[in-house]
């Protein structure tokens, strides 16, 4: 294992080299040079020394993507604090149990989510921050206060002349296990744990970017925030690896709906796409599938003569949809959709699916586009080990397990769930199930969790089921659980296709009916659904657009 160098002097070396590039720009607002970003860092050190903030203590951030939320981040870890970041779609009782559970001293919140939370609630806190201006929203001590009405005061009594190069200089004797940010999961179980980061998985899933990207990716490239950066797959791709090399961030700032990514990309034509499956299948499926689903282009391409310039049209036109520019789109964070992935390979489009968990920030599996295996989610990253808890790894599903600098150094405050994903080896057991071929590529089946057991015994995957249901007339997504020995099918269907369709709620349970029928002459007996029921809501889904399936499940 190579040395480990220090995270905090490659953020200082960005800012230093690149001082003059455009670093961080909220969508058609303010862009914050790489000097702005430094600049604002140094304001904030300042306050955390004026109010009493002090190495090792913890600071959370919640609200929506922004450049002053990156500046906050990043001021909080080169100032040796811990960073808690927050996803701004938790309720605000789950902002306050983290923020209590964390012991975060001081907590950044964004434009909504101030408004939501209740500091009463947060006993522990001594100030609440506004993340577009800084300005204090709860002040529980004078040290605090003093320091915020006297800030500009104070820094151009440190700077009396003009803030340089020079003045950059950040904590940076950081140990590669020391404690960098708390993580909490999105919990697709319903329970929420503290992640413990260290320096190292932060500065190994960078170092895993540079040996994949770096050769692709150059400073002043522009680059698209379309995940929450409090989720480790935004921040460790979108974000941190992009300023280490001196790119150009543009934040959202808004839901990143199909109409405005396609915007987006258009105008920024991102270098690099990282994006979770459901924005992909979403573009697809609106934007390019009304446009080729028709006779004259079947016919088309069941015409070998043709039918390859007519892919290669369709290539072109759905790259043009994601700006055109890019080297590849990297998608991972939830199950992709088989119908659309077998589109994209037909195609030859540039796309490849990366595998990670929060505990190891995030990056466990990937492949270049080149040379990526259809259905797979790539192969062991750089400095991680792979394997299958199987007695046959290419036959027989078993956990995912992973070891390597990138995993975490346990749960905050929870010894037992430790020990219960970490075992004496230091392999961490992902939950996930899934095969390994000859080559080193990881097919994953489905989460350990969410197996069903058959009434014979069999192994039963519901995302097989569940993506075999999806892409089935009028299906937008589905949950299959289990009531008693069968299965039954939940779907919400495509309502704007069905009233385009001029279709009654009991044309819409026919067809869910019909396609039941149709799916289980597909599935081995002990997959078929006994049921169909049609669900009028679109399923409650965590942030990086996983079904929360434990709340369907009777």
């Not at 001082?19 to 860092?41: E, S």
């Not at 150094?409 to 230091?426: F, V």
């Not at 392999?427 to 989460?447: E, S, Y």
């Amino acid at each position: 294992m190579e040395t480990i160098p220090s995270f905090n002097a490659l953020i200082e070396k960005s800012i230093i080299d690149h001082w003059d590039l455009d670093a961080l720009t909220d969508y058609k607002g303010a862009t914050l040079q790489y000097h702005d970003v430094a600049r604002k860092i140094e304001k904030l050190h300042i306050l955390f020394k004026a109010s009493g903030v002090v190495k090792g203590d913890k600071i959370a951030l919640c609200g929506r993507n922004s450049a002053c939320w990156a500046v906050a981040f990043l001021a909080t870890l080169t100032y040796g604090c811990i960073a808690v970041p927050i996803l701004h779609e938790f309720t605000p009782d789950q902002i306050h149990n983290i923020v209590n559970h964390s012991d975060a001293k001081l907590l950044f919140v964004g434009d909504v989510v101030a408004t939501q939370v209740d500091a009463t609630k947060m006993p522990g806190l001594e100030g609440i921050i506004y993340i577009p201006d800084y300005s204090l929203v709860i002040s529980r001590t004078d040290k605090l206060t003093y320091a915020r009405e006297h800030l500009n005061e104070m820094f151009g009594h440190e700077y009396p002349k003009f803030f340089r190069k020079q003045h950059v200089h950040y904590y940076h004797d950081e140990d590669p296990d020391e404690l960098a940010v708390i993580n909490y999961t999105s919990g697709t179980t319903g329970f929420s744990k503290g992640v413990m980061i260290p320096y190292r998985a932060l500065w190994s899933n960078a170092d895993f970017a540079e040996s994949v990207l770096g050769k692709i990716l150059k400073a002043e490239d522009s680059v698209i925030s379309i995940l929450p950066m409090a989720h480790m797959y935004g921040m460790a791709f979108e974000f941190l690896y992009e300023f280490l090399k001196g790119c150009h961030v543009y934040y959202l700032t808004r839901i990143p709906s199909p109409a405005i990514v396609a915007e987006a990309f258009g105008r920024v034509k991102p270098k690099v796409i990282i994006s979770v499956p459901l924005i992909i299948e979403k573009i697809i499926r609106k934007k390019v599938f009304p446009k080729i689903q028709n006779n004259y282009m079947r016919m088309l391409l069941h015409m070998p003569v043709v039918a390859k310039k007519v892919r290669d049209k369709i290539c072109e036109q759905v790259t043009n949809a994601f700006g055109g520019e890019f080297y590849e789109v990297i998608i991972g964070g939830a199950a992709f959709n088989q119908e659309i992935e077998r589109f994209l390979h037909k195609i030859n489009f540039r796309y490849t699916v990366g595998y990670g968990a929060t505990e190891c920030a995030p990056i466990i599996c990937y492949a270049d586009w080149k040379t990526f295996r259809p259905g797979s989610c790539g192969r062991a990253a750089l400095h991680m080990k792979v394997r299958i808890d199987s007695p046959d790894a290419e036959n027989t599903p078993g956990e995912i397990l992973c070891k390597g600098p990138n995993v975490m150094l346990g749960y905050y405050k929870n010894e037992a769930a430790t020990k219960a994903s970490i075992d004496s080896d230091g392999w961490f057991h992902t939950g996930d199930l899934g095969t390994m071929d000859a080559d080193g590529n990881v097919f994953i089946k489905g989460r350990s969790k969410n197996m069903l057991l058959g009434a014979n015994g069999q192994n039963i995957y519901p995302e097989e089921i569940e993506d075999k249901l999806n892409s089935m007339p009028l299906v937008s997504e589905s949950v299959v659980i289990q009531e008693g020995e069968k299965l039954v099918g939940l779907i919400h269907p495509d309502y704007d296709e069905a009233n385009n369709l001029g279709l009654s709620k009991d044309d819409i349970q026919k067809i869910m009916e019909q396609n039941r029928v149709d799916l289980n002459a597909a599935m081995p007996a002990y997959s078929k659904l006994a049921a169909v029921r049609v669900h009028e809501e679109e399923f409650e889904k965590t942030p990086k657009k996983s079904i929360k399936r434990f709340l369907y499940q009777k």
